[in-house]
């Protein structure tokens, strides 16, 4: 297939390739034209604008286009002539003329005239070896009124081969058909349009008829007389600076059209076509500057004065003929060149004057319309907000009556309630007294019961000197918030000293309390408290040889990594001994401190539940009911205090239940507590559960790991109500992992009094000292 090298063309600047585009009314034409300039055309070279002119069928004689003889004969029988063009189908080219001037490309003017659209283009596209024709997508509004016909595809598929197609639609090419061939070297036709091109390259062209020939026609027939050129009187027939008339000059290559006082201004008729015209809008233009637009009928004018190479009104001459009598007077118009330009230069600044004048008219008369506009809109405005002002008076005055309406009846309820409150309050400072008297004999019972019987020994300053070495620091084992802590043997028992610091905070308050607290009780999951030195607040405790269980999971000391089935024991004992605080009699016992380092670990890993000095006995009808105890303050460690008792000061059972979920999260993990909840949700949702488990510990049981784990998150819950009970729903499911470890734990790792762990919840605690003197018991 032969494709043409436009590229090629337009590097040489010469424009070769003739280009068509047919036009109609339709939009689709405006949009060929647009798309045949942006990706054909060169700036300077000229493109054919043909227009079929529908005649009647019955007068129509148009040439059989199978017919090669009609083809291939250069004098074929044109049909297809309109001799004289009306000045409706001069408005067509109007617009067209003025973007191709805009776009620096020169255009002519076919107009033919058949009863087949498709035919004629095609007979014209052949004859004169056009090599590109553009033609726009077929619409309601086409060339033809004739529905069921299809111009643009009867063009495609009956142009001759050596023609490049294009149909366009909307801007863009919808269907085209490639040259296969070159365009003919030889065409008398295609050589007659390229030197018509050349002479008169923007003025309407009109097919010639009949045998391509026209009767010989004097030359003086070419120009009229000075009075037939005051009929169409345009700027160039005013004398030059030389004397001559303008109009007496020599044929141009580019024209410039005039605005006579008898027809409409430029901008009247197409005030904004060169805006619209990319877009594909039918709107005209503004135009300024132009040099081929036909404004009042300027080619008729100069056609008189020899401008025109065809007289419309006359036989038509030969081609030869035109060109030799155009070179004639170019030749001899030489010297009149400059008159005329510097003429033209002159008309082209009155008509930029003229339209930037047409603008700032246009642009005040807008910005007055505007402001009128907007000053009958704030006018609108301002009435509708004094109605709005009026209807909203009116019913801020039925809003006033109803509210002294509700004023009077909330006077008579309040009343009413303050003799209510009255009442309320004595009943309440009644109550008060009540409490205080009953808290008053507590107390006094309870100092009477420890000053009576002391539930532990008491040991001297001496004696825990002694056994620590006067407090050396190799003995020291630890410290913590309360004091430090000593190794050492007392009685030849291996014990553990912790000796209140002096500076410590609320310090002898914790020591009392835990002092009450331990002496009162015994279980095996909680520190057993040896005795005490109260003068100088000295607490002797069992020694735990593991340590904390916050040193265990944490390897300090590169001691080896718990079991799996280790932790499941230690958490069952954790809850067990948890239980027994929260089931103590008379009272409950809420430890207010439960975290990982709080826990303790005997040389068999039993785990043992220390640091009661912030527990707080919580009346039973609290613990029974599922409410909170009032506390003023707040204690624990930030991570693992629960939420609402930190944000209310509200105690509760529950309090200790979330710190025990944090803590089971941290013992499957081994990671720190902050945020630690949010990880190990967003790892059981997208399925990562495995890879947030301690690394130290290869063979986790994944589904009881993470039933453990879900377990833990519903006791870590922010609202208290939403956190599961202890000894109902935490106990058995812990007790059921325990027993899945024990089955395949090792017998060595159960120790020799493993079997000493308690293995239900049901232990409580009777403080005898509360009802009358006795031993404390442990039941079940």
Not at 299 to 314: A, K, P, Q
Not at 531 to 539: I, Q, T
């Amino acid at each position: 297939m032969w494709l043409p090298n436009n590229k090629q063309e337009k590097r040489d600047g010469a424009g070769t390739a003739l280009i068509a585009v047919a036009i109609d009314k339709d939009k689709n034409s405006q949009t060929s034209l647009k798309w045949a300039i942006d990706h054909l055309a060169q700036k300077g070279q000229t493109i054919l604008l043909l227009h079929v002119k529908i005649k009647p069928s019955l007068f129509s004689q148009s040439p059989n286009l199978s017919n090669s003889n009609t083809r291939s004969n250069p004098n074929w029988d044109q049909h297809l002539v309109c001799k004289d063009p009306d000045p409706q189908t001069r408005e067509l080219f109007l617009p067209f003329r003025v973007f191709c001037t805009r776009k620096n490309i020169q255009c002519k003017d076919i107009v033919l005239e058949d009863s087949d659209v498709a035919k004629a283009l095609i007979e014209y596209t052949t004859q004169s070896a056009i090599e590109h024709l553009v033609v726009g997508a077929s619409s309601k509004s086409g060339f033809l009124r004739f529905k069921q016909s299809d111009i643009p595809g009867t063009v495609m598929k009956l142009a001759p081969d050596f023609c490049n197609v294009y149909i366009i639609s909307k801007g863009k090419p919808h269907s085209s058909r490639a040259a296969t061939r070159p365009a003919p070297a030889i065409s008398p036709l295609r050589n007659q349009v390229r030197n018509q091109i050349n002479t008169t390259k923007s003025e309407p062209y009109v097919y010639p008829p009949n045998n391509m020939k026209a009767p010989e026609k004097p030359p003086e027939k070419l120009h009229h007389s000075h009075d037939e050129s005051d009929l169409f009187r345009s700027p160039f027939t005013r004398k030059g600076p030389n004397g001559k008339s303008y109009p007496e000059l020599p044929t141009m290559d580019s024209d410039i059209s005039y605005v006579s006082s008898g027809r409409p201004s430029i901008d009247r008729i197409f005030p904004t076509f060169y805006d619209t015209f990319d877009s594909g809008k039918a709107t005209p233009p503004r135009m300024s500057n132009s040099t081929e637009i036909d404004m009042n009928h300027s080619f008729e004018s100069m056609n008189y004065y020899g401008r025109r190479s065809v007289d419309i009104s006359s036989s038509p001459p030969t081609f030869s003929s035109i060109s030799q009598e155009s070179d004639r007077l170019s030749s001899a118009s030489q010297p009149m060149m400059e008159d005329v330009e510097a003429e033209m230069r002159r008309l082209k600044l009155e008509l930029k004057q003229t339209m930037e004048m047409y603008s700032t008219a246009c642009k005040e008369a807008l910005t007055a319309k505007k402001k009128a506009v907007e000053l009958q809109r704030w006018k609108l405005e301002e009435e509708r907000r004094l109605e709005e002002a009026r209807l909203a008076e009116e019913a801020a005055m039925a809003i006033v009556e109803k509210e002294r309406a509700k004023s009077k009846a909330a006077m008579e309820a309040a009343e009413a309630a303050r003799r209510i409150a009255q009442l309320e309050a004595q009943k309440r400072i009644n109550a008060e007294m009540k409490a205080i008297r009953e808290a008053d004999e507590k107390k006094k019972a309870i100092s009477a019961l420890q000053q009576s019987d002391v539930r532990y020994r008491r040991y001297s300053i001496e004696e825990i000197e002694a056994a620590t070495e006067f407090f050396a620091e190799s003995r020291k084992i630890g410290e913590g918030g309360y004091g430090p802590v000593y190794r050492c043997n007392l009685d030849h028992t291996p014990v553990a000293i912790k000796v209140l610091r002096p500076d410590a905070a609320q310090g002898r308050s914790q020591f009392n309390q835990e002092v009450e607290v331990l002496s009162c009780i015994r279980h095996p999951n909680m520190v057993l408290l040896l005795g005490a030195c109260p003068e100088y607040g000295c607490l002797v405790y069992e020694y735990m040889a593991n340590g904390s269980l916050e040193d265990r999971l944490l390897r300090r000391g590169n001691s080896p990594p718990l079991s799996w089935q280790l932790r499941f024991r230690i958490a069952a004992e954790i809850g067990t001994g948890l239980l027994f605080l929260h089931q103590a009699k008379p009272e409950p016992l809420v430890h207010r401190d439960l975290k990982p380092a709080n826990i303790l670990l005997d040389r068999n890993y039993v785990s043992k539940i220390s640091d009661v000095g912030l527990a707080r006995l919580v009346p039973p009808s609290v613990a029974d009911n599922v409410t909170q105890y009032r506390m003023t303050s707040t204690a624990g460690t930030f991570c693992y205090i629960d939420p609402e008792y930190q944000q209310t000061g509200m105690l509760g059972v529950k309090s200790d239940v979330y710190s025990l979920g944090i803590m089971f999260l941290q013992m499957i993990t081994a990671k720190p507590a902050m945020g630690l909840t949010h990880h190990v949700e967003r790892s059981l949702e997208k399925g990562t559960f495995a890879s947030m488990l301690d690394p130290a510990v290869q063979d986790w049981p994944v589904e009881e790991t993470m039933n453990f784990a879900k377990l833990a998150l519903q006791c870590a819950e922010l609202r208290r109500k939403d956190r599961p009970d202890l000894g109902k729903v935490i106990l058995p499911e812990l007790n059921r992992l325990r027993m899945i470890a024990e089955e395949t734990m090792h017998p060595t790792l159960m120790g020799d009094d493993g079997g000493f762990s308690p293995q239900h919840s049901q232990v409580s605690l009777q403080l005898d000292g509360m009802s009358g003197p006795g031993s404390r018991s442990v039941e079940g």
